[in-house]
């Protein structure tokens, strides 16, 4: 299994914007689904993005849709999650990994911390 390291997390004020970084080593990136997960101080994790392995289609979860844009770059081995328009509910741990593959289903990595307040 390889690894991947989330980046790109901070303190921004409501209605501001951030773009988190995933970068994936140790395995074939390009053949894997990729998703966004995030989990809130006292919530469950929740997913909140996915994109096919060539990129064409993404999901979002209804609480960020319009908001946010997942995207790729297969050749450099990373994911990216655009974040626009904040809101203090957006408060939370980002993880990213590979959606719905089983060799990484008890993986977590250190995520990355996105706090939203003024």
């Known amino acids: 299994q390889g690894q991947l390291v989330e980046s790109g997390g901070g303190l921004v004020q409501p209605g501001g914007s951030l773009r988190l970084s995933c970068a994936a080593s140790?395995?074939?990136?390009?053949?894997?689904?990729m998703s966004w997960y995030r989990q809130a101080p006292g919530k469950e994790r929740e997913l909140v993005a996915t994109?096919?392995?060539?990129?064409?289609?993404?999901t979002y979860a209804d609480s960020v849709k319009g908001r946010f844009t997942i995207s790729r770059d297969n050749a450099a081995n990373t994911v990216y999650l655009q974040m626009n328009s904040l809101k203090p509910e957006d408060t939370a741990v980002y993880y990213c990994?590979?959606?719905?593959?089983?060799?990484?289903?008890?993986?977590w990595g250190q995520g990355t911390h996105v706090t939203v307040s003024s």
């Open positions: 990994k590979p959606y719905l593959a089983r060799s990484w289903r008890n993986y």
């Open positions: 994109i096919t392995n060539l990129g064409p289609t993404t």
């Open positions: 140790g395995f074939t990136f390009s053949s894997y689904a």
